[in-house]
């Protein structure tokens, strides 16, 4: 069974940095895709970040200030935020799939029970 499990949100000002962790149960992180998505309130889910092997992406929104990293030995995945801004408030969605990595979060096979960073501004 695969479980996804985020922590680290919480309330932040704006320029503020934040970690978001993912512990990572019945698949490895070091062999599959993994992703990170967030949705705003009233909005539809927004590719953030993915990583695969040796390959990572960024969406245009966050690029230059979030990072996906992940931790082979502890199969746990990372997103790194810095500078954060209010429009970077939603739920954010830690991801996996067994292939390639995508855009489109219907694709996106497993998924965590989100958890909330709020910017304030």
């Known amino acids: 069974q695969v479980q996804l499990v985020e922590s680290g949100g919480g309330l932040v000002q704006v320029g503020d940095s934040l970690r978001l962790s993912c512990t990572v149960s019945?698949?490895?992180?070091?062999?599959?895709?993994m992703g990170w998505f967030r949705q705003a309130p009233g909005k539809e889910y927004e590719f953030v970040a993915a990583?695969?092997?040796?390959?990572?992406y960024s969406g245009d929104a966050v690029k230059g200030r979030f990072t996906m990293s992940r931790d082979d030995a502890k199969n746990m995945v990372y997103l790194q935020m810095n500078n954060l801004k209010p429009e970077d408030t939603a739920v954010y969605y830690c991801t996996a799939r067994d292939t390639r990595m995508v855009y489109t979060p219907s694709m996106w096979t497993y998924w965590g029970q989100g958890t909330q960073v709020t910017v304030s501004s």
């Open positions: 990583i695969r092997l040796n390959e990572d």
């Open positions: 019945g698949r490895s992180v070091s062999r599959n895709a």
